[in-house]
C-alpha cells in the first residue's frame, strides 16, 4: 500500500465504477461524496512510512509508488494539500444531486480529482502538464453534456488548453539548461517566455479568457463552477512548483511584478465585465477571471504564499453557493415568461422549453427571486463574498491583499478594489432583476427543503468565515508550507 | 535498402507535409480519417529517428485508435457534414492558399527555431513545423468536432516529433498516447454527443 494507490487509485476506481452505476443518481452521489470523506479521515489517521498494525496483520503505507521508471511521490508535507482538496470535492459532490449537475458530474468529478492529484504527486513534476491535459479532456463530458451539442466555450477551451501543453513541456527541457549554465541570459528568457505562454494558456489569462464566460454561459453552472474552482487551483499549484523548484525563476524581481500587472488586468477586465453583463451564468465567469487574477496578486505579495492558500476555502465556499443558487434559477425558468396569459392561454400550441444557456439570461429572470428568495440570496451574497465585500468569507483575506498593495503601490491597490466593487455591481444588478417584475408576486419560499437547507448553510458559513476567519484561515494559510523554498511571513488579518 | 533509409527523414517530411494539406483540402470526412492514418505512419517515421523503433510505432498506434474512434463516430451520427462543407471550391483554393502561406512561414522561420534547438535535425523540425502550422490554420477555419480533433492531433503531432529528439522517457511517451488517444475520445464524443439521451434530472 502507497500514499499514491489511495489517493489517486482509490477516487479514480470508485469513479469508473460510479460511472457504471449512475442510473441510480441518489446513491451515485452519495457513495461519491462520502468517498472523498472517507479519504479525508484516512488521510488525518494513517501514518505515512510507518508500521500500522490492525490485529494479527501489520502493514506499512509508503509515499512513493513507481511506474514506467518515474516516480508518484506523495509525502507528509502533502497531507494537509491533499485534506483541503477532498474535504472541497466532498462539500461540492454533497450538493450535487440538488443542482441536478447531471449523471456524469460525480464518477467523472472523481476521476478528475484522482488524475489533478497524481499531477501534483509525479516526479519530475514537469510530467503534470500531460496529466492536466488528461484531466481537461475528462472534464469535456462536465461541460457538455449529453443531449446537447459543444459550444464555443467548450471547443475554445479544448483547444486553448491543449495549446498549453507543449509550452510547459518544451520549457522543462530549456530549463535542465538553465540550471547548466545560468549565466546564459538567452537561454533564461526563452525558458521564461515559454512558461509564461503555456500559464497564460493554461489558467486563461487575458487575452486568452473567452472560454471562460462561454462556459459560464452553455454549460450547467455547478459543473462549470467545479471545472473554474479545481482547474485554476491545480494549474496554480503547478506554477508554484516552478517557482518552488528553481532558485532563478524564484528570486527574479520582474516575474512577480509580470505576475502583478496580469493580476491587476484580470481583475479589472473581470470585475469590470462582469458589471456589464446580462447572464448571470456570464457574471460567474467574468468573476472566475476576477478570482484567477486575485491569485496571481497573492503569489506576487511575497514573500508569502499563505494568502494565496488561505483565499481558497471562502472561494471555494462561495463558488459553490453561488453555482447552486444559478442552479436552482435555471431549473425554475425552463418556461419562458408569459407576458399577456389571456392570449397565451388561447394559445393551442404550448411554449417551448427554453435553451439552458437562455435560462439564466435577466430578461427571463424578472421577478424569480420573489418565488426563490433562498436562492436569491445565496446567489447575491456569494457574489458579493467572491468579490470581497464585508462581512463575508473573502473579506479578511482581500483586505490583507489590499493593504499589502497598498503599501507598495496604491494605485495598483485602488484598481484592485475598483474590479472588486464592480462584481458587487454586478452582484447588485443580478438582485434588482430577481426581485423585480411585471406583477409584484408575493414573497414565498418555494425551494425545496433540503436545497433550501444546503443554501442556508452554505450563507452562515460564508458569514462565520468572514466574522471568524481565525477558525479556518491560518489552517488553510499553513499549507504553504508544502513549498517548502518559498520564504513565508504570518498572515495578520 | 541502406539508401532507402537514408532517404526515410526527406520521405517521412514529404508525407507528413502532403498529408496535412490533404486533410486541410479534402471534404470527405472518409478521406480525413485515411489521411490522419497515413499522416501518422509518417509521424511514427520521423519519431523513429529519435526513438527506438519500438517506442516510435506507438504514435501510430495511438493515431490510427484516435482515428478509428473518429471514423466510428462519424459513421454513427446522422450526419450534415455535407451541408456544413458547402462552401466549397471557393474554399478550397484558399485553403490552398493558406496552406502555402503557412508552408513559406515555416521555411524562413527554421533557421531561427533550429537555433533555439540545435539537438533537433533540420528535416525533423521542418516535419514538426508544418505539422503545428497546419494544425493551427486547420483550427482556426473551423467550429466542427471532427476537424477541430484533427487539427489538435496534427499540431500535438508536431511538437511530438520534435519533443521526442529531447525526451526519450517512456513515461512521457505513454501520456502523450494517452493524450492522443483522449482527443480521439473527446472528438467522438462531441460528434455524437448531441444525439445521446440526455441525462439532467
Known sequence: MSTPVLWIFVPAVVGIALFFLRRWYRTTVLVGALTPLFLTIITLVLPINELVRLGPWAFKVSDTLVILGRRLFLGVQDRPLVILIYILVAFWFSAAFEARAGRMFVPVGLVLVAVWIAALAVEPFLYAALLLELAVLLSIPLLSPPGTPPGRGVIRYLIFQTFGMPFILLTGWLLAGVESSPGDLDLVVRATTLLGFGFVFLLGIFPFHSWLPMIAEESHPYSASFVFFFLPLMVSLFGLNFLNEYAWLRQSTNLYQILRVGGVMMMLVGGGWAALQRHMGRILGFAILMGTGASLLAISVLPSLELFFAMQIPRALALAIWALGLSILQRTTAKPVVENPEIEALNTTPPQDLLPRERLRFRNLLGVGRKLPVATAAVTLASFSFAGYPILGSFPVYQVLWRNLATGTPIIAALVLFGSLSLGIGGIRSLAVLVMGAEQDAWRINEHWLTAIFLIIGILLMILIGLFPQWVLPYAASISEVFSQMTSQTLVP | ?201
Open chain 2, 1 to 201: 535498402m541502406s539508401k532507402l533509409l537514408d532517404l526515410l527523414p526527406l520521405l517521412a517530411t514529404m508525407l507528413v507535409a502532403a498529408t496535412s494539406i490533404g486533410l486541410l483540402i479534402s471534404r470527405d470526412w472518409r478521406w480525413h480519417i485515411s489521411l490522419l492514418g497515413i499522416q501518422f505512419a509518417g509521424i511514427a517515421a520521423l519519431t523513429s529517428l529519435s526513438w527506438p523503433l519500438e517506442m516510435a510505432i506507438t504514435k501510430m498506434v495511438a493515431g490510427w485508435m484516435s482515428g478509428a474512434v473518429l471514423g466510428m463516430a462519424m459513421a454513427s451520427v446522422s450526419s450534415n457534414w455535407g451541408r456544413e462543407e458547402r462552401f466549397w471550391p471557393s474554399g478550397r483554393i484558399f485553403r490552398i492558399l493558406a496552406a502555402l502561406m503557412v508552408a513559406i512561414t515555416v521555411f524562413s522561420a527554421i533557421p531561427e527555431i533550429s537555433k533555439i534547438l540545435p539537438q533537433v535535425s533540420e528535416l525533423i523540425m521542418v516535419g514538426g513545423i508544418i505539422l503545428i502550422g497546419m494544425g493551427l490554420l486547420h483550427l482556426g477555419l473551423t467550429a466542427q468536432p471532427l476537424r477541430i480533433s484533427i487539427g489538435l492531433l496534427t499540431m500535438l503531432s508536431g511538437f511530438e516529433v520534435i519533443y521526442a529528439s529531447v525526451e526519450t522517457s517512456i513515461l512521457v511517451a505513454g501520456l502523450l498516447a494517452g493524450v492522443n488517444i483522449g482527443l480521439g475520445l473527446i472528438g467522438a464524443y462531441m460528434i455524437t454527443v448531441s444525439e445521446m439521451e440526455q441525462e439532467y434530472e
